[in-house]
């Protein structure tokens, strides 16, 4: 399979990349790093990053942020940061996407746990987070026609982010990075679709 893998550089990425096959053409993307660069903001940097890759047989993104910071102090700015990023740039992906995926071809979003098990300070990830749900639970009966899957694994904090994040996050059990790239794989090589694969 040739697979592209937008955040494939980091914490999570370099793991489904030593997960998929020795066979599978992995080409990795990041905004300065990887195989190919492209601003996930930008849906004419999109554009131009397929070109360059021709089609794909999947897409996997595990790029994408949000502000972290007490609701009292957030702004519409702080949201409009965290609905760009995260949130749009994972949809704009799939939207470029769709025309670039041979078919029986899948994408791969990446939300989070804050969806449905907040944090204090966590108010945009959790919005955003469920948003990016609700896109792929609401566009894959279309896919479905089009011969594209289109699925999101929802990780809770991995273990190789505990040390840095573990303090936003009272209580909760660090997920198994084997674990978190083996959804993805799942995503990828199954047939399921429409699908928030949770794990941890």
Not at 104 to 113: D, E
Request: hydrophobic share 40%.
């Amino acid at each position: 399979m040739k697979v592209l893998l937008i955040g494939g550089q980091g914490t999570i990425g370099k793991h489904i990349a030593n997960k998929l096959d020795k066979d599978d053409e992995v080409l990795t993307v990041g905004r300065n790093s990887g195989d190919f660069q492209a601003d996930i903001q930008d849906i004419n940097s999109l554009k131009d990053l397929f070109e360059k890759t021709g089609k794909v047989d999947a897409v996997v993104i595990t790029a994408g942020s949000a502000p972290v910071k007490p609701l009292r102090e957030m702004s519409p700015e702080d949201f409009h940061a965290g609905i760009a990023d995260k949130m749009m740039g994972q949809i704009n992906v799939a939207l470029v996407a769709f025309d670039q995926i041979n078919p029986g071809g899948s994408i791969t979003l990446t939300t989070g746990i804050l969806a449905e098990d907040p944090i204090p300070n966590g108010t945009i990830l959790s919005t955003v987070n469920n948003a990016v749900n609700g896109f792929v639970i609401g566009s894959y009966g279309e896919l479905i026609q089009r011969n594209i899957r289109i699925n999101a694994v929802s990780p809770a904090l991995v273990e190789d982010s505990y040390e840095a994040l573990g303090k936003y996050f009272p209580g909760h059990t660090p997920a198994k990075m084997g674990h978190v790239a083996d959804a993805y794989v799942k995503s990828i090589k199954t047939l399921i679709t429409g699908q928030i694969i949770k794990v941890g």
